[in-house]
Structures are given as structure tokens and as C-alpha cells.
């Protein structure tokens, strides 16, 4: 079955205690992007990766790092998470970048940071 | 830039309804256009997208929507509305320039569907 998986589904930690979320998608996808979803402000992208190796800023990026070693896995890596970082977060993938391609969305990491 | 518009972040409608959801967009450049769908506690799922083939296009479980761009619109409806259409619905455009693949989201409609 094609799919974008995440672990783990749900996360508590305290600040300042490095984490990583793993996302994998097994579609041979190119593209891989994470988001962030918070309360009345729908989804913004954090990071994205247009293929192995290569990274780059979404908007906002800020406290957050990636890493694309292997086309199927987008890491996504808190160093010292903070209490503003408590969000839902999904990664996704597309077959490449292009604006038409749909993305394909893991079910989700819930994050709470104390 | 880039942006999406939703209006009504909360949508009530009666099973068998007509369902509308909003979008408006706005955008310099023809835009490609995506409506997602979220049930609780799972990821999106692409319903349909605009990529400028058709002005109406057909998605999954019924749902369809029509580009406008006089109107700058790309409002979702289906016809009758089944209780396990409730769920939140985003609306969203394809960005250009910026970071490459981003999808601008709105900030998303609550449908609630009553028995």
C-alpha cells in the first residue's frame, strides 16, 4: 500500500530535550515536505526536500533541522524543542516539486513540549 | 504572493443537504488549486485539483468544484450530504516562487453534518 508514515503518532517531552520524528514514504517520491498545523492557522510548511541531499527552508523553519540522506526518509529533528513548537505535525511527499502534483500526507505527529 | 481564503470555519448542514464550502484565492499567476480533506485523527486526503484541464472538477465521495476566476473562486460542493462527510476541509494553492512545492492552506471549515 503506498503511504507516508510517521512516527511517533504522539509525542510529550520537556523543553530543551532533543527529539526526532521519523517520516517515510515507500512511493519512490522525489519531493518531501514537513508542515505544521495549529489551531486557526491551517498548515504551514517548515521544511522541504526536493531530493536526496537537498534541503531547504519553508516558512517557518525557525527552531527546526532535516535532513534527506535516503530518498525515502525525511527526518524531521527538534535540538531543543520548546513549549511554542506543541503542534500537530505531518510530513508529505509528491512525486516531484511541480505545482500540479498532489502531496501525499502521513497521519500526523502530536506534539506537546513542557 | 500567494493566498487562500476560506470563508466559515464552521459549517452546519442537515443530512441530504447541498454542502458549500468557500474558497477564494489570490493569486498573479493561474493558480493550481487543491481541496483536502481531514477526518479526525488522520492525515489530508486530496478530494480534487485544479490544474487548468477543466473548469469543473470532479473529486472523490461525490465532492466536485468549480474554478471561477472572475470570481477568484474555487467553492467545494456536493449535492446531498452523508454524516460521514463530516470533517475539516482545507482549501489550498499551489505557491510560486518561495520555497518550491509549498502549498499555501487555508485555515479550514469544520463540517458538521446533523441527522
Known amino acids: 500500500e503506498a503511504q507516508v508514515t510517521q512516527n511517533p503518532r504522539y509525542l510529550i517531552t520537556v523543553t530543551g530535550k532533543k527529539l526526532t520524528v521519523t517520516c517515510s514514504q515507500n512511493m519512490n517520491h522525489e519531493y518531501m515536505s514537513w508542515y505544521r498545523q495549529d489551531p486557526g492557522l491551517g498548515l504551514r510548511q517548515i521544511y522541504y526536500?526536493?531530493?536526496?541531499?537537498?534541503?531547504d527552508k519553508g516558512d517557518v523553519p525557525e527552531g527546526y533541522k532535516v535532513s534527506r540522506k535516503e530518498k525515502r526518509n525525511f527526518p524531521l529533528i527538534l535540538e531543543s524543542p520548546s513549549p511554542n513548537q506543541t503542534s500537530l505535525y505531518f510530513c508529505?511527499?509528491?512525486?516531484?516539486?511541480?505545482?500540479?502534483?498532489?502531496?501525499?500526507f502521513g497521519p500526523g505527529t502530536r506534539l506537546t513540549v513542557t | 504572493a500567494q493566498s487562500v481564503t476560506q470563508l466559515g470555519s464552521h459549517v452546519s448542514v442537515s443530512e441530504g443537504a447541498l454542502v458549500l464550502l468557500r474558497c477564494n484565492y489570490s493569486?498573479?499567476?493561474?493558480?493550481?488549486l487543491f481541496w483536502y480533506v481531514q477526518y479526525p485523527n488522520q492525515g489530508l486526503q486530496l478530494l480534487l485539483k485544479?490544474?487548468?484541464?477543466?473548469?469543473l472538477v470532479k473529486g472523490i465521495n461525490g465532492f466536485e468544484a468549480e474554478f471561477k476566476k472572475s470570481e477568484t473562486s474555487f467553492h467545494l460542493t456536493k449535492p446531498s450530504a452523508h454524516m460521514s462527510d463530516a470533517a475539516e476541509y482545507f482549501c489550498?494553492?499551489?505557491?510560486?516562487?518561495?520555497?518550491?512545492?509549498?502549498?499555501?492552506f487555508g485555515k479550514g471549515t469544520k463540517l458538521s453534518v446533523k441527522p
Open positions: 493569486s498573479s499567476v493561474p493558480p493550481y
Open positions: 489550498a494553492v499551489s505557491a510560486y516562487g518561495g520555497s518550491q512545492g509549498n502549498l499555501i
Open positions: 508529505a511527499s509528491s512525486l516531484t516539486g511541480g505545482l500540479s502534483f498532489e502531496q501525499y
Open positions: 526536500s526536493m531530493n536526496v541531499e537537498v534541503t
Open positions: 485544479y490544474t487548468s484541464a477543466a473548469t
